[in-house]
């Protein structure tokens, strides 16, 4: 499907964008005020630009000036009231999670729920073959998976190293949370590092299940691979296996948004192979577009749904790419039940640097 014009339920972003303003991406806004004046929890005033490094503004940092000026990250001492747009705690979820999970769905909700996974599972395989080295593994992570990724991502987004949101000396800020697992990525200077250079925080490790659940979507997708690829090529080299020492945990409020770009700031070594970015999609529903050129008319669509993988690797690796916008309240019942996961879709990327 191609990704151009006023979709079903609403969502055309990347409209109307100025011209003269192209190095936020093709589905950014542009926060007015020149300063980065929200707290974290605003969401509304923000733009995406990851990938478009090279034109666009740097990211204001403490000691630049930034309205968080001498904040430290600290989810007991931070001052929510004033606290500038790269430091606040943010919490992925509401109102707490920890112990028993309290169901509040309806039994008829909870049967319709269990049909919607029996069916889901019946009609195996749904998975799509995309393109050379792409493949989208739907429905492939399990409820019980799901609600465990969602409780991880966000006690490890509380903590040090957890969720923040780059913003822009004009304002303008990328339309996502974003922490990193492993090694940490700088959109300023697309560099992968130790350490975040804006407080110092070591991102934390990948946790073991995370790794565990890329290893079953590489052997899922290289059978997938074998019965649908028309390429002649061995399915290890149309999608080649990694080991993921990153993962970026991205969480998009219902209006959040990234613009196309390229995966091109790993290793020569890694993009030369061609060494794929996995990734997991949870909550909402997104309107993901990919093509091979940055631009939204001619891109390609696929709704990627809670539960669904996507491989992107081999010849596809530097493919363009972006969601166009979260469609709301499409997450599953149970899963917000169980999670209290916030409207909006969290997202994690794996790659081996
Ligand atoms: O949210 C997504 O599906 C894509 C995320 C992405 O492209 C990225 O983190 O680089
Ligand atoms: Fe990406």
């Not at 909700?109 to 493949?135: C, D, F, I």
């Not at 969720?163 to 339309?175: S, T, V």
């Not at 940055?294 to 749904?305: C, H, I, P, S």
Request: charged share 30%.
């Amino acid at each position: 499907m191609k990704a151009g014009g006023r979709t079903p339920d609403g969502c055309s972003r990347g409209r109307g964008i100025p011209r003269g303003r192209e190095w936020v991406g093709q589905f950014a806004d542009l926060a007015s005020s020149g300063k980065p004046s929200v707290c974290w929890d605003d969401r509304d005033s923000v733009s995406s630009s990851r990938g478009l490094r090279d034109k666009t503004p740097p990211i204001v940092r403490p000691e630049q000036g930034g309205v968080s000026s001498g904040k430290v990250r600290d989810k007991n001492t931070a001052e929510h009231s004033n606290c500038g747009p790269d430091i606040c705690p943010f919490d992925i979820c509401t109102g707490d999670i920890i112990g028993p999970v309290k169901l509040n769905l309806s039994l008829l909700q909870v049967n319709r729920e269990k049909r919607r996974e029996r069916e889901l599972s019946k009609n195996v395989p749904q998975h799509r073959y995309l393109g050379p080295g792409m493949v989208l593994l739907k429905n492939f992570i399990s409820h019980q998976d799901q609600v465990h990724i969602i409780k991880l991502c966000r006690e490890l987004g509380l903590g040090l190293g957890g969720f923040y949101r780059p913003g822009y000396r004009d304002g303008a800020k990328l339309h996502l949370q974003m922490m990193c697992l492993g090694k940490n990525w700088d959109p300023e200077s697309r560099l992968y590092g130790v350490k975040r250079p804006f407080d110092g925080a070591v991102p934390p490790k990948i946790p073991e299940e995370f790794k565990n659940l890329v290893e079953g979507a590489f052997q899922a997708s290289h059978d997938f691979v074998r019965q649908n690829s028309k390429s002649d090529k061995s399915v290890e080299d149309e999608l080649p296996w990694m080991l993921p020492d990153i993962c970026l945990v991205n969480f998009y409020s219902n209006d959040g948004r990234l613009g196309l770009h390229q995966d091109r700031d790993e290793s020569k070594d890694s993009l030369h192979k061609g060494l794929p970015v996995v990734s997991f999609s949870l909550g909402n529903s997104a309107e993901f577009l990919y093509g091979a050129e940055r631009d939204v008319d001619m891109a390609e669509k696929v709704v990627l749904e809670s539960g669904d993988v996507l491989l992107i690797g081999g010849k596809s690796r530097l493919i363009f790419h972006g969601v166009s916008c979260v469609r709301v309240d499409t997450a599953p019942k149970r899963l917000i039940e169980e999670t209290k996961l916030k409207p909006g879709r969290l997202n994690l990327t794996f790659r081996q640097y």
